[in-house]
């Protein structure tokens, strides 16, 4: 039997993880633990309840204003004592969270193997995201078994000098986990909980778009270019709403309700839910975003994407057509949004363009590459 360990401490990460470890823990050929490191803590319940999981360990470690080096620091103590506690064959950690970077450091120092899911993303610059370009490029460097989500990612690894045999391509764990969303969604199994009445935007006059923004090197401006590109959109369009679910650090909310509390039309709710959040999505005529993950998801929902980021670490979706880099310049965001709101051609040149990021079989091809690791 083979015994895993897999870490998260993040919304996203659970997300990512959530049907691959329903799938281990569905075989009797592995002995399946969960690890939260408790990065995120808030936002990670709602994911926990939809999914259906349980966390074996729970480290704790989200504080009130924490720093990177105290939540690192925090995160190796608390995860050696706990990885020599459980004494796993295999540790997995997925994408680029502090969570993710220390799981796959503290396996390397326990000499357990790491396999890291979403591996070989590249942005080009180390600096930006911050600190996740760093986080992922450490994670690789750690680990045994690298699941690479497209061939870019893989072709990224073989550039860097990663041996083949450890690279395999599985398409990203998170269309998984839309998917069984999705389906749950429309056979009335699961019900969002929408923020506001979404009813009404079946119709092609009125349009719903989806915000979210809370990347750290855009808090010195960023992030009120793109409410001031908002708030024009609604102004222009009478028959928009926007729906921006607005991220808990205190310097987003406190420059998003300075520049668009009140407005009209506006809908500045908390954080949403999974299950919401994926409900908004498949409402959404456009989604504008900083977040790496939803370039991902959108695109399998046919929602075109705007990404307030001047890269992305995830090229395959501007090279497909599903996305594009709009920076986080107020003018521009206000222009592009235009162009899809008025151009049908155009849009539709995004909305139906291929989903890059796989069909929903990621976490099955990464059980088969374990097992014949494993041998």
């Known amino acids: 039997m083979i015994k895993t360990f897999t870490v998260f401490g993040t919304r996203p990460e659970a997300i990512k993880l959530a049907q691959l470890i329903d799938e281990l823990s569905a075989r009797e050929e592995f002995d399946s633990e969960t690890c939260s490191t408790g990065q995120h803590?808030?936002?990670?319940?709602?994911?926990?309840?939809?999914?259906?999981?349980?966390?074996?360990?729970?480290?704790?470690?989200?504080?009130?204003?924490?720093?990177?080096?105290?939540?690192?620091?925090?995160?190796?103590?608390?995860?050696?004592?706990?990885?020599?506690?459980?004494?796993?064959?295999?540790?997995?950690?997925?994408?680029d969270t502090t969570s993710a970077f220390v799981g796959a450091l503290t396996g390397f120092y326990h000499r357990i193997p790491v396999a890291h899911v979403e591996s070989g993303l590249r942005s080009g610059n180390r600096t930006d995201p911050f600190p996740e370009e760093i986080n992922r490029q450490l994670a690789d460097s750690l680990s045994d078994l690298h699941f690479a989500p497209t061939e870019d990612s893989r072709r990224n690894l073989l550039e860097e000098g990663y041996s083949d045999d450890t690279i395999s391509v599985t398409g990203n764990t998170v269309i998984d986990a839309l998917k069984k969303i999705t389906e749950s969604i429309r056979h009335g199994s699961l019900n969002p909980n929408f923020p506001i009445e979404v009813s009404g935007f079946e119709d092609k006059n009125k349009k719903l778009i989806l915000v979210t923004a809370h990347?750290?090197?855009?808090?010195?401006?960023?992030?009120?270019?793109?409410?001031?590109?908002?708030?024009?959109?609604?102004?222009?369009?009478?028959?928009?709403?926007?729906?921006?679910?607005?991220?808990?650090?205190?310097?987003?909310?406190?420059?998003?309700?300075?520049?668009?509390?009140?407005?009209?039309?506006?809908?500045?709710i908390e954080p949403a839910d999974y299950l919401t959040f994926v409900g908004l999505m498949e409402k959404s005529s456009l989604i504008i975003t900083d977040s790496g993950g939803i370039q991902e998801e959108a695109p399998a929902l046919g929602v075109p994407v705007l990404v307030a980021r001047d890269r992305t670490e995830r090229p395959e979706a501007i090279q497909a057509g599903t996305a594009k880099l709009v920076g986080t310049d107020a003018e521009k965001i206000f222009t592009e949004a235009k162009q899809l709101i008025e151009d049908v051609e155009y849009y539709d040149s995004m909305a139906k363009a291929t989903n890059p990021f796989g069909q929903g079989d990621a976490s099955q091809k990464i059980i088969k590459e374990i097992k014949a690791y494993f041998g």
């Open 41 to 95: 803590l808030e936002m990670l319940e709602g994911v926990i309840d939809v999914f259906d999981f349980s966390i074996d360990y729970d480290l704790g470690l989200m504080k009130e204003s924490q720093s990177l080096s105290g939540l690192t620091s925090r995160a190796i103590d608390g995860l050696s004592e706990t990885l020599h506690s459980a004494d796993p064959d295999l540790v997995i950690v997925q994408g």
């Open 215 to 268: 990347r750290r090197e855009s808090l010195e401006g960023g992030i009120r270019e793109i409410c001031l590109g908002l708030s024009r959109i609604v102004r222009e369009f009478p028959k928009v709403e926007i729906v921006f679910p607005v991220h808990l650090n205190p310097k987003v909310q406190e420059t998003v309700h300075e520049v668009l509390g009140g407005t009209s039309r506006i809908h500045l």
